[in-house]
């Protein structure tokens, strides 16, 4: 069993930034891939931003150039740095990490985008 454990959402104005971590309590080298998604009231769940044990990360068109992905392995911390922030990007934000074919799932962190 992986424990997936995030921080960071809270409310912000359209324009500003988060940051938004997730600790998890197995390597991250051992998984095959960890990313973010996220899902607003009423929406499917989406993928947000994803890196690959292949080295590359996926990013939705609609976060590219504001939203980045970065990973601390030696700390198992996947981080979501979020800027130029907008209202639609409102949203719980889910932490996943796909270890030996298994998926897991934070328990999400909620971000609200409003002036």
């Known amino acids: 069993q992986v424990q997936l454990v995030e921080s960071g959402g809270g409310l912000v104005q359209p324009g500003g930034s988060l940051r938004l971590s997730c600790a998890a309590s197995?390597?991250?080298?051992?998984?095959?891939?960890v990313g973010w998604y996220r899902q607003a009231p009423g929406s499917q769940r989406e993928s947000v931003a994803v890196?690959?044990?292949?080295?590359?990360?996926n990013y939705a068109d609609s976060v590219k150039g504001r939203l980045a992905l970065s990973i601390v392995f030696v700390a198992n911390t996947v981080y979501l740095r979020m800027n130029s922030l907008k209202p639609e990007d409102t949203a719980v934000y889910y932490c996943?990490?796909?270890?030996?074919?298994?998926?897991?799932w934070g328990q999400g962190t909620q971000v609200t985008v409003s002036s």
């Open positions: 996943n990490a796909i270890y030996d074919s298994t998926n897991y």
């Open positions: 197995r390597s991250i080298y051992s998984a095959n891939a």
């Open positions: 890196f690959t044990k292949g080295g590359s990360t």
